[in-house]
DNA sequence: CACATATAAAACCAACTGGTTATAGAACCG
DNA sequence: CGGTTCTATAACCAGTTGGTTTTATATGTG
């Protein structure tokens, strides 16, 4: 996987705006009106954040006359999910140090009560 | 979880640099000075990388004499794990899609050879 | 104590981000 | 055609980012 790609999905998912967007999308298509009409912003700003997504292959959009639907695209969130799931032992490791220590401490208690 | 929280792990996750360091973090504890070594940039930009990690709470950082030796801290990275998984049905229907198109070839196959 | 090592902090800079307003373009409606 | 709707672009602004160099701080060593 090419890193700028990472870089590109990390950076689009770092915006809670961004977020929510495909959040949206994941319940379908949606215009760009319908997805800026939660925010409390311009729609520029809403467009320059759907700018962002469809540059990262986020999203990708259709023409419907004056609309340009947006629809989700998540193969490049596999992607993200599959870097992070790299170090998914790492966290389970702490639940296991977790696990040892309770486990020691019961332990403990039988041998010397 | 926390938007904020989100916020900062995703952004810490989209510079290279700083996942770079995560990986050499998952093999086990290192130094300033060892992280700073393969890259090609002044200690205190590492540093800077390392402050960012801190406060996205990806690494906790100990006392060593002069050395601060950094640690992975992985939970944060599930919680991103976390969010992206509410997506995973979205690639995997793009599977699915290329599974029923696959399907229907090999029937129409079968029906009209 | 003087010096070396490891790290952080400060000051600076160019580039990018996330927002704004105003304007332009494209497609429909009457 | 003229007006309305939907979206994009441009110009601007303040704040952040990622890097630099220089300097300071903290700790171990001779």
Known sequence: MSVDVLDATFAALADPTRRAILARLAEGEATVTELAAPFAMSQ???SKHLRVLEHAGLISRGRDA???PCRLEAARLKNAMDWLADYR???????QRLDDLLGE?????????
Chains 1, 2 share one sequence.
């Not at 032992?89 to 639940?95: A, P």
């Not at 401490?105 to 009560?113: F, N, R, S, T, Y």
């Open 105 to 113: 401490l019961d332990a403990g208690q039988e041998e010397a009560p």
């Open 66 to 68: 004056q609309r340009r």
């Open 89 to 95: 032992g790492y966290w389970e490791e702490s639940y």
């Open 44 to 46: 520029p700003a809403v």
